[in-house]
Every structure is written in C-alpha cells, then in structure tokens.
C-alpha cells in the first residue's frame, strides 16, 4: 500500500515536473508563427475565402512620441510616433498577422508577394510587418541620401545568424539574402536610427495577411477544408493556446473575426 | 652560396609554418580537461552552461558572452559565419582589450587553450552541425593587400564617409558619431563605438588586417553592420564603369544611347548582386557567375584595402608610454607670456599620457569606464604655470538629463589632484590617492557645465572635500570638438592660499586624475581614476640648481651601462 501512495506520488511529480518543461518551451512558441511540417503548392480548384475584423479591447496605450534625435531634415519631417499598438477609430487594430496553421496543400506565392519590399522613406520602416516567402530575397529602398543598417534579429527567434547589413546613402536598393527557414516574427531594426523597428515574418505558404489601417484582412483562394486560423500582434500576442476552428466551402466566404487586448 | 642557403632556409621555414598551421586548425575531441579548466577559469565570468551568467558577470560592460547563442565578435570569417576554432583559440590567447574578458596566454598552456576552443563549442549546437555538413565556414579574402601610403590613406577617408562609418565613429573616429550614444548591442545593453584614435583597445587587434577582417564580417553580436561587397555603390562595376555611370545618372538630358550604356552597367550590377546573393544563401555558383563575383569583389577588396589603411591611421601604433620613468611630465620653461589656449607653440610639445581606470573602491563605483586616459603639456615661466590637458569622450555632456533608455546622464568633468605639501623625498609619504586622507590634497575641478572656470577644493578623504574659501585664482578655458576635450589651465606658482600647492622648478610634484564621463553614468566618486603620476618643471637648461632624485638617475645609470653591456656583447 505504501509503496503504491509513494509510486503514484512520484509519477504525479514526474508529470508536474513534465508540465513545467513543457509550459517552459511553450513560452517562446507562444510568440512565434506556426507552421506545417511541410507545404505543396498546387492548383487550387473552387477555394474560398476567408475574411474578418481584428478590433483591439481595453484601453489604447497613448502611441508614444519618437524622439528623432539625427538626420531631422530627412527624418523628422513630421512627428512619429512608436507603431506598437496602432487603432483606428473603433479601435480596429492595425499589424496583425492573421494566418492558417495547419494547411499543407494550397495555391502558390503569387509573383509579387515573391518580392516583398521594405521602404525606409522618412527614417521609417513601411510596411511595419512584412511577409517574407521562404528564400524570397526581401528588397530595402531608400530613396532619402540617408545611412542606414538593416539589423534583422534572426538570432531571437532561433533562426541562424543576425543579418547586420550597411545601406549606405547612394544605395537606393539593397537586397537581403532569401532565408531558407520558416520563423518569427523576427526583429529588424537600424541601429543608426535607433527609433526603426519593424517585423518581418518568414513564412512557407502563401495564407498570411495582415490588418490594413480598418483591421481587415482577407485570406484568399483556400482549398475547401477546416483550419486552424491564428493571429499574431507584436504586443497582443497569438491565440497559439487557441486557434479558432474555420471550415471553408467550396467557392464559399467565411467571416472571422478576432478581438485582441493587450497580456496581462 | 649564401643565397642558396637562405633560400633553403625559407623554405624549410615556410614549410614548418605550414605544418605548425594544419595542426592548429582544429581543437581537438572536446575532453575532460577542457571542462575542469573552464569551471575553473571561465565560469565566474561566463557561466557554468556558458549563458554568460556567472557570479562576476552582472557589474561588466559588456557582458560575459553567452555562448549558447553562437555569437562571436572577432571572426575571421565572413558575416553570418561561425568563427574558426583558430580565431577562437586566438581570442582566448589574446584577450579582448577594452572589456573584461583577460588574456590566458599568460595563464594557461596552448595545450589548455585548445581544450577551452573544444569545450566552448559543445554549447551551441550550430558549430556540431558544421561539422557533419562537412563544411568550412567562408574566410574573409586577405589577398590583394594595398600597401600603407598616404595616397591610400586619402582613398580611404573618402569611403570612411561614403560608406557611412562616421555615423557611429564620427568625423575623425573618436566613436562620436551622431548614433553613438543609442547603440545597444544583441542583448539590449548599452554599447559604442569604438574610438578609432585607440587601437590598444580594439577587442580584435588592429593591425590592417584586423581592421579589414573587422568591417568586411560585421561584428556579430553589437550595431556595427557588415559591410560585404553588394554593400559597395556601383557593386558589379570597373572604376571606369562607375565613373561613367555616375556621369549618366547626373546628366541633364538623357538620350537612348545613354539609355541603353547605362542599361548595360544595370545589367552588371544585377548580375553580380545576384552572383553575391546565390553565395550568400549557399548556392553553388556556376563557373560564369563566378567570375563576375570574383571580378565585382577585386574592386570591393581594394577600396576596402583603402579604407582599412584609412582607420589603421587614425591611431598610433602602439598605446602611448605611461608618464612614468622617462616619459615623467616636464614643464618646459618659457620666457615671457605663456602660450593660451589657442596657441600654435602648444603643438611643439610631446604630451606625456596618463592611463585611466574605474573606480572600484568606493561606492557607487564604475566597472566600465569610457575614458581611457587623460593627455598633459605643460610650460611655465618665472611666475606662472600652464597646463593642457586633453581628453576623449564620446559625448558632450553639459547637464543632467534623462535619456530615452539608459536612465540619467551627469555632467561630464576633470579633476587634477595634488598634495597640499609636497613630499620631500621618494619614501615621504604622498596623501591616499583617492582624494587624500589624513594628509590632504589640493584640486582642481572642472566641469562641462561651467567650461571656463576651475574650482580649488582641499580634500581629506572622497567624501570629505571642501571648496576653499578663495577662489578664481586659476584661469581656464576649454573646448569639445569631435569627441575630445581640451582643456587650458593656468596659475601663478606661488600663491598667498596655504591650503594651495606652492610650485617650484625642479621639484618632482605627484599628480593624479579623475575624469567623469556623464553619458556613462559617472558621477561622484563613479568615475575614472589614476593613482599618483609626478611632473616637474624642467629647469633652465642654463641653470645648474637642477639636481636629479637619486633615484632617478641612478635607475638612467643602470640602462645605460646595462645598454652598453648589452651592445658590446651584440657587437663581439
């Protein structure tokens, strides 16, 4: 009898102990995309649509003012302020990635998301998250006689090396090496203007969208199915814990919306 | 005959390096002995799992390394590569001037150092990886090397604005740059520039090569970024071609003729971008793709060639002597009105330098001091004594502010010690270095905020210092340009105030420093120090009252006759 007590006590311990490793990995995961195992493009035949609203919940943090402290004439044109967090008027939430997880067969990149572009126009990066096809090489313009360093924080997320590479002021376009591995969010910022920060997230299949200034988004052409659907937000968070559940008809529209507070 | 046998020489030489060297490319198995002289050496600093974390870590800038993340500062290797195990052995040999981590030559046996280069690999996976890919990683390219000249240097300087390393290092590369004071490094702590002027306190050397392998690869881990060939303007294009590329670009009127030359410099420059890019990701190049890179990369290396020759004049060739021995700080003699601060005769003089370093005694102390040392000329004349003193500070900081992401910025400042009373021998007993104790000490402090007044305080101790009552006899003056302080000072040699140092010829006088850098933090008795340095006023090389310290002489007795010992045994 004793030794029964002593046996389930210590594989109660060995699950406890189980479930804090597992919650301890799981705390970086939960910032992070999540992808299929594998994605095969192909053809795809009576695909639907999946669209939503992501609104932001409780107080808006106030969007602090920057403080542009070099190169004012090009970058201080107008005031800016940090983009962590940005509504409109009925607090739609900007900057969200919303996205399938779990798809492995689908449509293919189109010809322009195969060539993403950061613009960096006024000492600013736009867009604030980009979406990067794997191996896609992702294009900096700079068209103000400004030096930059495009600093992409692969290292955070597990993903190799940081890239840390000069643009100096002639060059217009600088291009960045296409990344074999899905991952992030990851970080990219300009040390010389320590006030840029952007996000860019390496992704294997092409249903991912992010939030315009009316929190829309739309996730098109997706094979009939059901489907894991997550979001991301670079202070919100993701619903990785729990994604929503859509089932998609043939040629048919779903609407799913989200609503996002900040974590506590 | 001769040259036969030199030429053999060589070879045998050459032929021993080349061996020695294929056995040092490699650590060896990771071992036992390779743990036990970690914990016992490297863990209080960088922890026992190698995160960077051990019991000494918390007080350094910049941090232990963790090594978990793989990040390494000082490669040979191009940016995004892992280091050699040689650029590791050699780092543990060499130490990393300019931070805390010390060098092990000293320490530990070559042997021992290899088991360290083992051992620190085991904790990031990705140098395991490397090794069953069977893969090398990329060398930066060395060949091509562009001899020291002044016409190099001058290329340089051009590229060191255009490619942008003044926006961190500044105009003349004090790490004054417009960005310098919001840097952070991977782990989010505050971290500069390097000041170029010193190169002892490059992490990675500064011979050319050094420099060279340090822009080309980036240093992974802090803000300075990689500045690999596609970085380069006109990348892809002969000189010429760039030159009439510019041309066209800065036309006026373009006809389609121009169109259709500049189409083909488009072409080009696509072509090794993508050749550069292809490498990058890992993409075996074909023979033709090659050839563009390897063509579109001569033109890279030899500007970078330029440019690191630029930098590697931009400092001495070695840290400065210390003002000690033979290098004591003279005041020279002058007639007349002693030279003010703008005044060219300044530049006649060699200035004596006094090393710095963190207070550590008192609290709150400094760790991780920024200034490394303070540069001293002096002459005087029958009545007065003038002072230079210059010193670097990245930043200009006149008031107390509070920054975006490092807390609270003091007011930078200059403090030059002296005793009250002068010791009258080698064994009399100077005041406590630290501001005097029981003896007291004389200053004289200066601050950013107010540049052209000196205050005089008597101090028995750092906690313990008073203004003295009369003030205003010392004059000052001082300027901040491109990250350096210069400081003019004057006063009469002898003054009514006993509580003042009273000067005369011929004295040997102890002098020491602070200095405090606000942007870092330094305020109070955080700050930089020097124990007790001397100077003396040189007398007139006419007067015969100059008598030597004993000691002093007869230590410059003692190297001479060693000197001549030591050649005549050459010569016989």
């Known amino acids: 009898m004793k030794i029964r007590v002593f046996a389930s006590f210590m594989v109660l311990l060995a699950c406890c102990f189980g479930l804090i490793v597992l919650a301890d990995n799981h705390e970086e995961e939960n910032n992070m995309l999540v992808f299929p195992e594998a994605y095969t493009p192909m053809k ?14 409780g107080e808006v943090p106030e969007m602090k003012k920057l403080d542009i402290n070099k190169d ?23 900057n969200t990635i919303v996205y399938l997880m779990d798809i492995v067969k689908g449509k293919d990149f189109d010809a322009e998301s195969k060539k993403p572009e950061i613009d960096q126009e006024g000492c600013k990066f736009t867009p604030h998250v980009q979406i990067v096809p794997v191996g896609a090489r992702l294009t900096m313009l700079n068209n103000a006689p400004i030096t930059h360093n495009v600093h992409i924080l692969l290292n955070d997320a597990d993903m190799g090396q940081d890239i840390n590479k000069s643009q100096n002021r002639m060059l217009k376009k600088l291009r960045i090496k296409g990344i074999a591995k899905a991952g992030g969010p990851v970080e990219v910022k300009c040390d010389i203007h320590s006030w840029m920060k952007a996000y860019i997230a390496y992704v294997p299949h092409p249903y991912f969208a992010v939030t315009n200034e009316k929190g829309e988004f739309t996730l098109e052409n997706v094979p009939p199915g059901t489907y894991k659907l997550g979001f991301w937000h670079e202070v919100c968070g993701t619903n990785n814990k729990e994604p929503q559940t859509v089932t998609v008809a043939a040629g048919g529209e779903v609407k799913q919306d989200f609503t996002l507070k900040l974590p506590e | ?110 042997d021992d150092r290899w088991e360290l280069v083992a051992y620190i690999k085991t904790f990031y996976s990705g140098f395991q990886e490397l090794k069953e890919s069977e893969t090398l990683p990329r060398l930066i390219n060395l060949t091509g090397k562009v001899k020291y000249s002044q016409e190099s240097v001058e290329i340089g300087k051009v590229l060191y604005t255009e490619l942008g390393c003044i926006e961190c290092h500044g105009n003349v590369g004090r790490g004054d740059g417009t960005s310098a004071p919001t840097l952070v490094d991977s782990w989010d702590y505050r971290t500069w520039p390097a000041n170029l002027s010193q190169g002892w306190n490059y992490r990675g050397g500064s011979t050319t090569e050094d420099i060279f392998k340090r822009f080309i690869g980036g240093i992974a881990g802090s803000p300075m970024p990689a500045f690999e060939g596609d970085t380069f303007y006109h990348f892809g294009l002969t000189p010429e071609e760039s030159k009439r590329a510019v041309e066209l670009e800065n036309k006026e009127e373009i006809t389609p003729e121009d169109e259709a030359e500049y189409a083909k410099y488009s072409e080009k420059m696509e072509n090794a971008i993508d050749a550069a890019l292809d490498r990058a990701e890992g993409t075996e190049l074909t023979p033709e793709a090659q050839k563009i890179y390897d063509d579109a990369m001569k033109v890279v290396y030899e500007k970078s060639w330029h ?91 006149t008031s107390v502010e509070e920054t975006e992401n490092f807390g609270q910025s003091f007011i930078d400042g200059l403090a030059i010690q002296f005793p009250v009373k002068v010791p009258k021998g080698p064994t009399d007993e100077k005041p406590y270095f630290l501001w005097g104790g029981r003896k007291p000490v004389y200053l004289w402090q200066w601050m950013a905020s107010e540049p052209e007044t000196i205050k005089e305080l008597t101090a028995k101790g750092m906690s313990n210092a008073g203004l003295q009552e009369d003030q205003g006899n010392v004059q000052a003056e001082s300027e901040y340009k491109e990250g350096q302080y210069r400081l003019w000072v004057k006063r009469a040699l002898k003054t009514e105030d006993k509580k003042d140092l009273q000067i005369e010829p011929a004295v040997f006088v102890p002098i020491a420093f602070s200095a405090w850098d606000g942007a870092n933090g330094d305020i109070d008795t955080k700050r930089a120090i020097t124990s007790w340095y001397t100077f003396v006023l040189e007398p007139v090389p006419s007067s015969r009252r100059f008598i030597y310290p004993p000691l002093v002489a007869l230590l410059s007795l003692g190297l001479l006759v060693g000197l001549r010992q030591f050649v005549q045994r050459k010569n016989t």
């Open chain 2, 307 to 397: 440019l690191a020759n630029y930098v590697k004049s931009l400092s001495p060739e070695k840290r400065p002597e210390y003002a000690i021995g033979n290098n004591v700080l003279r005041s020279q003699y002058k007639e007349g009105d002693l030279p003010t601060f703008d005044d060219a005769e300044w530049e006649t003089l060699e200035s004596s330098y006094y090393p710095l370093v963190g207070q550590v005694i008192v609290e709150p102390r400094q760790f991780n001091p920024t200034i490394d040392s303070v540069n001293v000329k002096s002459f005087y004349n029958d009545t007065e004594v003038a002072f230079l003193f210059t010193w670097d500070d990245r930043t200009n900081n």
């Open chain 2, 1 to 110: 005959m001769r040259t036969t046998f030199f030429v053999l020489f060589i070879l045998m030489f050459s032929l021993f390096v080349v061996t020695l060297t294929s056995y040092t490319q490699e650590a060896p198995e990771v071992s036992e002995r390779g743990k036990e002289v970690y914990e016992e050496s490297c863990a209080h600093c960088h922890g026992i799992e190698g995160r960077g974390d051990g019991s000494a870590a918390e007080n350094l800038l910049p941090r232990p390394r963790d090594f978990t993340g793989g990040v390494y500062k000082i490669r040979s290797t191009e940016s995004g590569e892992l280091p050699t195990d040689q650029d590791l052995f050699d780092i543990i040999t060499n130490g990393m001037p300019g931070s805390s981590m010390p060098e092990w030559e000293s320490a530990l046996s070559a």
């Open chain 1, 44 to 57: 795809v035949n009576g695909g639907g649509k999946i669209t939503g609203l992501v609104k932001f919940e």
């Open chain 1, 72 to 94: 004012k004439v090009v970058c201080g044109k107008e005031p800016k302020f940090d983009e962590s967090v940005v509504v409109g008027e009925n607090k739609e939430l900007k």
